[in-house]
């Protein structure tokens, strides 16, 4: 595995693996990192990795249940292997690509990102994958190509969630094309080293760091290139809460709850919060949105 670190981090920052997967070692052995996945220019915070149980217990998933434990318990049942995902639309190279042939030839890097839910809670976690724009620049990206959709797998026969039309399903997201090809953008198909759990979106899934956890779209079976900004699940069920580009953003509070702090998952229940900071942190991804009205374009 490539390790590829972003913003202050090296190589001595990461949690040994025998500590991380032994939570008393991992709490007694701790010690501040920096500001973990950080730009160089954001304030700084002692943070380090969640465990693989806040990672894999702690989620949302609505095709598997609503509750923030629901996923871990009927997720099992998902069939992952084999797997493919549909490339199309404005691409020079579309078709069915199994997730091995996807990923042929590109390293498998480490990332260790923040992850900050629109809820108003964050963990950090230790990503294994590669850069969406390799995927992109493999499919052939045509000139028309302004934005990139994304769908997550139906499974009504696995996910209980589905059978109750708790969504309209299936899931579905989008990015910008400038946004989906910044180096910061991930496919994930791993969590320190391990291949991604069901209920954390296996086999494959993207990550956008600097964004809202909704838009990091799990178990994904299609990418398509579009000249039209695509449809959104949560902005198509209240466009007034959840915004197309739904960028980290503490001076823009949801209409229901402030979004200026965040519960660190991992804490304990009565964990005090931290200040969020802006694009959460990721500071580089500002020019992207140099001349956007971020509080109109939320």
Not at 172 to 192: F, K, N, Q, S
Not at 229 to 253: C, H, L, M, Q
Request: charged share 20%.
């Amino acid at each position: 595995m490539a390790y590829r670190w972003t913003n202050d981090l090296s190589p001595k920052d990461v949690t040994p693996q025998e500590v991380f997967f032994n939570r008393r070692k991992f709490m007694a052995g701790a010690v501040g990192l920096g500001a973990i996945g950080a730009a160089s220019g954001a304030a700084a915070q002692d943070l380090v990795p969640n465990s693989l149980e806040d990672i894999t217990s702690y989620n949302n998933f609505y095709e598997f249940g609503t509750g923030k434990g629901d996923p871990a318990k009927n997720a099992g049942a998902m069939i992952t292997s084999p797997w493919s995902i549909k490339v199309d639309g404005l691409v020079d190279n579309p078709g069915e690509y199994s997730v091995e042939d996807l990923l042929a030839g590109l390293d498998i890097e480490e990332r260790i990102y923040r992850f900050r839910c629109v809820e108003a809670w964050s963990m950090v976690v230790p990503w294994n994958g590669v850069e969406l724009a390799d995927i992109l620049n493999r499919a052939g990206v045509q000139a028309g190509g302004k934005y990139v959709a994304f769908e997550t797998v139906m499974q009504p026969e696995t996910m209980v969630g589905v059978r109750r039309g708790v969504l309209d399903f299936p899931y579905v997201e989008g990015l910008r094309m400038d946004e989906a090809m910044h180096p910061l953008t991930m496919l994930a198909t791993g969590i320190y080293g391990e291949p991604l759990a069901n209920q954390s979106g296996a086999p494959i899934r993207l990550v956008v760091p600097w964004k809202y956890g909704f838009k990091s779209i799990k178990s994904i079976v299609r990418i398509t290139v579009t000249d039209q900004e695509p449809a959104t699940t949560w902005n198509k069920i209240n466009a007034r809460e959840y915004g197309f580009y739904s960028n980290v953003n503490p001076e823009v509070d949801h209409p229901r709850w402030s979004q200026g702090s965040e519960r660190m998952i991992g804490g304990g229940l009565f964990a005090s919060r931290q200040d969020t900071l802006m694009f959460n942190g990721y500071d580089e991804v500002a020019s992207l949105y140099e001349g956007m009205d971020l509080r109109e374009n939320f």
